[in-house]
């Protein structure tokens, strides 16, 4: 049976609504296309916004017609209507155990801190490496980032940035030397959760994501290490933490977080006179 599409009216009073079905119609595709260019236009160009505009338009113009004056539908074949309703009852399923909260394992913390002390080492070798290739100093990273937090860096040209200043050598340290252990840390209990290859993850992935999330925010944290960033180093010196950090972490092997257990006998708290 060929569909044919019914008016409101004989629909009414010849076929009844539920012998009847809405025809296909890719009006809502079409809109749903033309609104993701237009949020991709935020971020590229004019062109992408003049399309988007378009797309949607269109894609409106088909849903409206698909719908008034009257909704477009088709007949449901007889043969389809004789059939019997499939079966979609299923057995109950087995019970299973719910899923743990927290990793039941994770890394030693001292192994975490070894891990981003050495890996915040080689990124400054990188960081450093750049300094020398480009700029001729090694200072230059180190007071870029001391920057963050000393107001009197952003005011300096770039001769005095290239200098050795000791204030801002120690804030730098310390400001590097924080971040790296906290990251050493956090790869404790994120590396075991990953599925595979923790170790490719944790030095590739995370790095890339670390990366995007400073590109879109330094210019507000930093802006004077935003005007001398090269991307490709600093993306170079986020992956030689990371697999220097991850296989760090990864050989101190695994402890038992205690997982389910009351936080004193996690702690280890005496009671009772009993440890």
Known sequence: MKPSAYSSSSRANEVPYSRAI????????????????????????????????????????????????????????????????PDYSVAAPARVEARPAFPQQMHPIRGGIRGGLVGGVAMAIVACAWGLSEHHSVWLPINLLAG??????????QQALELFHPGWFMTAAGIHAVMS??????????????????????????????????????????????????WPWFLASQFAFGVVCGWIVGRTGMISTRAGQPLAQRLQVEQGGER
Not at 148 to 157: F, H, I, K, Q, Y
Not at 219 to 227: A, C, D, M, S, Y
């Open 22 to 85: 809405p025809r296909p119609s890719a009006g809502p595709l079409v809109t749903a296309l033309g609104i993701a260019l237009l949020g991709a236009a935020i971020v590229t160009n004019m062109y992408v916004l003049v399309v988007g505009v378009g797309t949607a338009l269109y894609g409106a113009v088909l849903w409206f017609r698909a719908i008034f004056p009257d909704e477009r539908l088709e007949e449901i074949p007889d043969e389809l209507l004789r059939q019997a309703a």
């Open 181 to 230: 252990i906290a990251v050493g840390l956090l790869y404790t209990t994120a590396l075991p959760m990953m599925p595979r290859r923790p170790l490719i993850t944790g030095g590739l992935l995370v790095p890339a994501i670390v990366t995007g999330l400073v590109w879109a925010s330094l210019g507000i944290v930093n802006p004077t290490l935003e005007r001398y960033i090269s």
């Open 148 to 157: 963050a937090v000393v107001p009197g860096v952003g005011l300096s040209d």
